[in-house]
């Protein structure tokens, strides 16, 4: 029998894994920078935790979060989402007292079992941050500032930042109900699931991207004038900032986002390249969540990328990060000196990958292996160099070669692999 991946879960190959690793390390340096720690939480969870904080009606919850019951009858879940387990962790850690505990990042897989799409699967992978112990509109301003040097970092160009505010929970509660009196004579246009929300969950109407809705809500009332005299305040604020830092964004009437957390500013990043579905990530404030947790009252704000979809965006070019040595060998004394002078050369060159010969193959085998490899140099050792103290330097591209003392290897490389070779940008420039 031939198995196959499950349907939505799909293998990362190595001829891709370059793109994952330089944005994984693009991402990681960006936000160290901005004093971010990163924090790694459980692929499994107590699924109580995204009831309880996603929302027991959302669609996440009800269609697609990946949840059963473990032997001894305990109701685990698949993360769906990176906010409430780093909440959970945040709490029962006590991480507000710790040296980095209050600015985190993750990266890593998150699961939903919904169709897979463009840039969606049902594992997916996400990068994500979580800043926590302040109200102010600063902290929000700084964190889509931090987002928005990410994503120019990354090469990412012509994105849109769409930014709104909930307001607090007694706003969310005015607005909620000043929606069900505007709707209460046009649920017969809406689609099912809508007219299922808005007895359950009216807000999440609108977040629905289908068109019939749509058009039901282009006249709905505006959520800002529902915001109290702070809400309201701290809004301002915020947009003002936002123009001082000179980063561009688009206030986008009753954006939500589908998770019940979020109280405050919300905002969302989408790129026109991804189609219907153009939501790069997104992001906003959860003021309320980490006391709903146990902890004490703590503002917070965060965002999370969605690592394919950015992939995508940022279009089919290959990254080559780092430069690779092939050394051949011919013959058992050759391949033990081989392995020990490959083991010379990683410790002094640690950014040049050096491939060795592991399959008894002929020079002619190992060479076209060096080629379909991407090695940009040969190394070539039999019992003759060994004799002689040398080793055959081929360079693969103009296919000149040279001999080189086997002590001297390292410093010859040196004059072909720079320092920082392999520390390039998406498009190979410095």
């Not at 790694?40 to 919850?61: C, K, M, N, Q, Y």
């Not at 305990?74 to 945040?90: C, D, F, N």
């Amino acid at each position: 029998m031939k198995y196959k991946a499950i349907r939505g879960m799909e293998d990362i190959l190595p001829e891709d894994i370059g793109n994952w690793q330089w944005i994984e390390k693009t991402a990681r340096e960006i936000l160290e920078s901005y004093g971010y720690a990163e924090i790694r939480t459980p692929i499994l969870e107590d699924a109580s935790i995204f009831t309880r904080s996603i929302g027991e009606e959302t669609d996440i919850v009800t269609k697609e979060m990946y949840a059963f019951k473990d032997k001894k009858e305990r109701k685990l879940a698949l993360r769906p989402e990176g906010t409430a387990p780093i909440v959970r962790a945040y709490v029962e850690h006590s991480l507000d007292n710790m040296p980095f505990g209050n600015k985190l990042y993750y990266i890593g897989p998150m699961f939903r079992s919904e169709r897979p799409q463009k840039g969606r699967q049902r594992q997916f992978h996400q990068i994500g941050v979580e800043a926590f112990g302040s109200n102010s509109p600063h902290a929000d301003a700084e964190v889509i500032m931090q987002l928005d040097n990410m994503l120019k970092s990354l090469g990412l160009r012509n994105y849109t930042i769409d930014l709104n505010s909930l307001g607090c929970r007694k706003d969310k509660i005015k607005f909620a109900d000043e929606l069900k009196s505007y709707l209460k004579d046009k649920q017969n246009r809406l689609c099912d699931d809508c007219k299922v929300r808005v007895k359950k969950n009216i807000l999440r109407v609108l977040d629905c991207k289908k068109d019939v809705c749509i058009q039901v809500l282009k006249n709905a009332p505006n959520v800002l004038s529902s915001l109290c005299d702070s809400c309201k305040n701290s809004y301002e604020k915020l947009k003002a900032c936002l123009s001082s830092l000179g980063i561009d964004f688009k206030e986008k009437k009753n954006l939500v986002r589908g998770l019940d957390y979020y109280t405050g500013t919300v905002f969302e990043i989408t790129h026109a390249s991804l189609g219907s579905q153009d939501a790069i990530g997104a992001g906003g404030r959860y003021d309320d969540l980490v006391k709903d947790f146990g902890g004490i009252d703590t503002g917070a704000v965060g965002y999370a990328l969605g690592m394919e979809r950015i992939i995508i965006a940022l279009g089919k070019k290959e990254i080559s990060v780092k430069k690779v040595l092939y050394l051949a060998t011919l013959g058992d004394k050759a391949k033990v000196e081989g392995f020990r002078i490959a083991g010379k050369i990683r410790s002094a060159i640690p950014h040049l990958t050096v491939m060795t010969d592991i399959k008894e193959a002929s020079l002619k085998s190992q060479l076209r292996f060096a080629d379909k490899s991407g090695a940009k140099f040969v190394l070539i050792l039999g019992d003759n160099e060994i004799s002689k103290g040398i080793v055959i330097l081929r360079d693969m591209s103009s296919q000149k070669q040279i001999e080189v003392s086997i002590e001297g290897v390292i410093e010859e490389l040196r004059k072909y692999v720079p320092k920082d070779e392999g520390r390039r940008t998406r498009d190979g420039k410095d």
